[in-house]
């Protein structure tokens, strides 16, 4: 039992560091989209995280298409939690 509760830690870090790389880290010369500030809405949890231990990490990507890049990032977030208020 000891040792499935130090799996579990182990792979919540694992899982944590494997989507904070995700994060949007400088200035790219390519634009990000819709589907990139879906994905970027979806690890901004791991991004936040990141970001306290370490400034290199940004919360979103500089370099985005504008209004589409933050319609998919609102998505993004929302699908995080977004059938929580149907529990009532």
Known sequence: ??????????????????LS???SSHYTSNESGFFSGI?????FPFALI???????YGLYAENN????Y????????GGLGGGASSRR
Do not use: P
């Open 1 to 18: 039992m000891k040792y499935n509760k130090y799996f579990s830690i182990l792979f919540i870090v694992v899982v944590i560091c494997t």
């Open 21 to 23: 790389s995700c994060t």
């Open 39 to 43: 994905i970027h809405g979806l690890v």
């Open 50 to 56: 990141s970001k306290l231990f370490s400034s290199q």
């Open 65 to 68: 298409s504008g209004v589409l």
């Open 70 to 77: 933050w319609i998919g990032f609102v998505i993004g977030l």
